[in-house]
């Protein structure tokens, strides 16, 4: 069955730093461009940071310069490191595959992150 698990949300102040981790569940993990999502209260999903097969990267203009997205083949493990982090950044994080490649995979529960002002 398919997994998504993320962690490392927290409660951080503006100015802060977090790093999220993602254990993906399938196979052939190495083969699929990876994302980070974030949906706010309210607000639809977005996408926020893809990580391509040859490690390649791409990041929405909102994060650009202050997030970092890595990943690690072997243990099937995608990161976002976190700088700078600012109030609209609050949100639920989710990781999946990205959705202009892939199809989707069953959302898990994501992590939430809470930038205090």
């Known amino acids: 069955q398919v997994q998504l698990v993320e962690s490392g949300g927290d409660l951080v102040q503006t100015g802060g730093s977090l790093r999220l981790s993602c254990v993906v569940s399938?196979?052939?993990?190495?083969?699929?461009?990876m994302a980070w999502y974030r949906q706010a209260a309210g607000d639809q999903r977005e996408l926020v940071a893809t990580?391509?097969?040859?490690?390649?990267?791409s990041y929405s203009d909102s994060v650009k310069g202050r997030f970092a997205i890595s990943r690690d083949n072997a243990k099937n493990m995608i990161t976002l490191e976190m700088n700078s982090l600012k109030p609209e950044d609050s949100a639920v994080y989710y990781c999946?595959?990205?959705?202009?490649?892939?199809?989707?995979?069953?959302w898990g529960q994501g992590t939430r992150v809470t930038v205090s002002s």
């Open positions: 399938i196979s052939q993990f190495g083969s699929n461009a």
């Open positions: 999946n595959r990205d959705q202009r490649y892939h199809t989707i995979l069953n």
């Open positions: 990580i391509y097969t040859g490690a390649q990267t």
